[in-house]
T-cell receptor, first 109, second 116 residues
Framework: AQRVTQPEKLLSVFKGAPVELKCNYSYSGSPELFWYVQYSRQRLQLLLRHISRESIKGFTADLNKGETSFHLKKPFAQEEDSAMYYCALHNNAGNMLTFGGGTRLMVKP | DGGITQSPKYLFRKEGQNVTLSCEQNLNHDAMYWYRQDPGQGLRLIYY???????QKGDIAEGYSVSREKKESFPLTVTSAQKNPTAFYLCASSRRPGSGIYNEQFFGPGTRLTVL
């Protein structure tokens, strides 16, 4: 069975500090992973997908198949990064996503 | 802010009553989804529909029912059989699933249901 684990429910950092939100997955096939973000009073939205290898709002995430991880990183956190972040795994059998439990990031001034 | 809408934003229900949550989209998407969001548990899939007049159970379908009579609409009924219905419910839609290719799901603003 596929599973996504985000070990930290809350991550608090100061502005300008590096941030890493952890995500581990279990999946028997070739994984396709995503990070979704939910800012306060806004809708859940796609932040980035591993297949694109892009940097969005300064965030990057590298798929490490050996460690079955897809950690989200940013070198210098900003206050506007404060939000709820969800790691998600695509079920190749359909268009379904399996979500992790989420990590709330708080960036303090 | 169109695209995908959910109503109402807040809903209160007495124990033992059924209640229906609305989800409408004008994105011409074939697929629609219902998730339940609980603190610390992320989003869990309740039901999904890949095409009109067809829908499938997700991971936590017990106590819920859906219909998909129109492409634009995918209402969710929370029945009295749902043991712990108080939660935040999110609806999403996407283009028709391709063969192994992920089509981005777009989410509505959500409905917060509270059972009194």
């Amino acid at each position: 069975a596929q599973r996504v684990t985000q070990p930290e429910k809350l991550l608090s950092v100061f502005k300008g500090a590096p941030v890493e939100l952890k995500c581990n997955y279990s999946y028997s096939g070739s994984p396709e992973l995503f990070w979704y973000v939910q800012y306060s009073r806004q809708r859940l939205q796609l932040l980035l997908r591993h297949i694109s290898r892009e940097s969005i709002k300064g965030f990057t995430a590298d798929l490490n198949k050996g460690e079955t991880s897809f950690h989200l990183k940013k070198p210098f956190a900003q206050e506007e990064d404060s939000a709820m972040y969800y790691c998600a795994l695509h079920n190749n059998a359909g268009n379904m996503l399996t979500f992790g439990g989420g990590t709330r990031l708080m960036v303090k001034p | 802010d169109g695209g995908i809408t959910q109503s109402p934003k807040y809903l209160f229900r007495k124990e033992g009553q059924n209640v229906t949550l609305s989800c409408e989209q004008n994105l011409n998407h074939d697929a629609m989804y219902w998730y339940r969001q609980d603190p610390g548990q992320g989003l869990r899939l309740i039901y999904y529909s890949q095409i009109v007049n067809d829908f499938q159970k997700g991971d936590i379908a017990e106590g819920y029912s859906v219909s998909r009579e129109k492409k634009e609409s995918f209402p969710l009924t929370v029945t009295s059989a749902q043991k712990n219905p108080t939660a935040f419910y999110l609806c999403a839609s996407s283009r028709r699933p391709g063969s192994g290719i992920y089509n981005e799901q777009f989410f509505g603003p959500g409905t917060r249901l509270t059972v009194l």
